[in-house]
């Protein structure tokens, strides 16, 4: 919605560099996990997912890197673009498989 | 195809009035929800729908909160009485499997309680 990225941490960077945003999660059973992108005005838009039986996904521009020991997840941004400034939240997935818990969230602002 | 449709789009009301929000997702999606985004936070899921049916609502304050689904396609959710806490963007969301978490999500109606 207009203004999610109030009071979220906030991630500047500058056009053409790489972007790193990261996640805790808190579910050690949790085995599938998404990333999504959320711009003002908009609902969230899946960006990839990963499984908890893979350590690194890798798609257009985007990887995702999965730390099972420390439930630690990361979304990285090849070559950040200012269209990639929006709000980025990771979420995990419950045991039965049905549910998405979201995280805190994170403002990627892109310098021109 | 046509993306999951929210109305209205913004809403303005004084604390204890009503208000109800539409959805209408994506054709041939079994399954909705229903989200919540209070300003600064990740969405919490209020309600999900398989058809007609409710799967999981514990999350819904079912003391105001209300949602419905009767044909299996289109939601409504209501909130009577609004509270100025429950300021946020509700978020629709439709996949075509429960078990298919990358669902797609609407634009979302941004209440404000005033």
């Known amino acids: 919605g207009e203004n999610v990225g109030l009071h979220l941490p906030t991630l500047s960077v500058q056009e053409g560099d790489n972007s790193i945003i990261n996640c805790a999660y808190s579910n050690s059973a949790s085995d599938y996990f998404i990333w999504y992108k959320q711009e003002s005005g908009k609902g969230p838009q899946f960006i990839i997912d990963i499984r908890s039986n893979m350590d690194k996904r890798q798609g257009q521009r985007v990887t995702v890197l999965l730390n099972k020991t420390v439930k630690h997840l990361s979304l990285q941004i090849a070559a950040t673009q200012p269209g990639d400034s929006a709000v980025y939240f990771c979420a995990e997935e419950n045991n039965a498989g049905n549910m998405l818990t979201f995280g805190g969230g994170t403002r990627l602002m892109v310098k021109p | 195809e046509a993306g999951v449709a929210q109305s209205p789009r913004y809403k303005i009301i004084e604390k204890r009035q009503s208000v109800a929000f539409w959805c209408n997702p994506i054709s041939g999606h079994a399954t909705l929800y229903w989200y919540q985004q209070i300003l600064g936070q990740g969405p919490k899921l209020l309600i999900q729908f398989q058809n007609n049916g409710v799967v999981d609502d514990s999350q819904l304050p079912k003391d105001r909160f209300s949602a419905e689904r009767l044909k299996g396609v289109d939601s409504t959710l209501k909130i009577q009485p609004a509270k100025l806490e429950d300021s946020a963007v509700y978020l629709c969301?439709?996949?075509?499997?429960?078990?298919?978490?990358?669902?797609?999500f609407g634009s979302g109606t941004r209440l404000t309680v005033v």
């Open positions: 969301a439709s996949s075509l499997d429960p078990h298919r978490v990358g669902y797609t």
